[in-house]
């Protein structure tokens, strides 16, 4: 069975596009990325699995930010691709 990933960010301008990038066709799961999208977003429908990983926004902010939280959320999702294969 094809499972999706789907990431949530209020902000959309760097955080969803990175980790849509490195969590494409992964696992049936809604994760969000920032406080204000745990906080604001629709309700998740029953039967989803939803987690929260908050990382620091990177737009708008140096070059060493950004690839920082990157690297943290290609790590985030090699990380949690180790656990659903086991």
């Known amino acids: 069975m094809k499972k999706t990933l789907v990431f949530l960010c209020t ?3 760097c955080r969803s596009q990175i980790a849509e990038g490195f969590g494409k066709n992964k696992a049936d799961l809604v994760v969000t990325l920032c406080g ?13 699995k939803h ?8 737009a708008k902010q140096s070059d060493e930010v950004f690839k920082r939280v990157r690297d943290e959320i290609e790590a ?5 691709s180790k656990e659903e294969a086991e």
Do not use: M, Q, R
């Open 11 to 13: 902000g959309n301008s």
């Open 36 to 48: 204000n999208a745990l906080d604001s977003c629709p309700t998740i429908p029953k039967g989803v």
């Open 51 to 58: 987690e929260h990983w908050g990382f620091d926004d990177p």
């Open 76 to 80: 985030k999702i090699i990380s949690f």
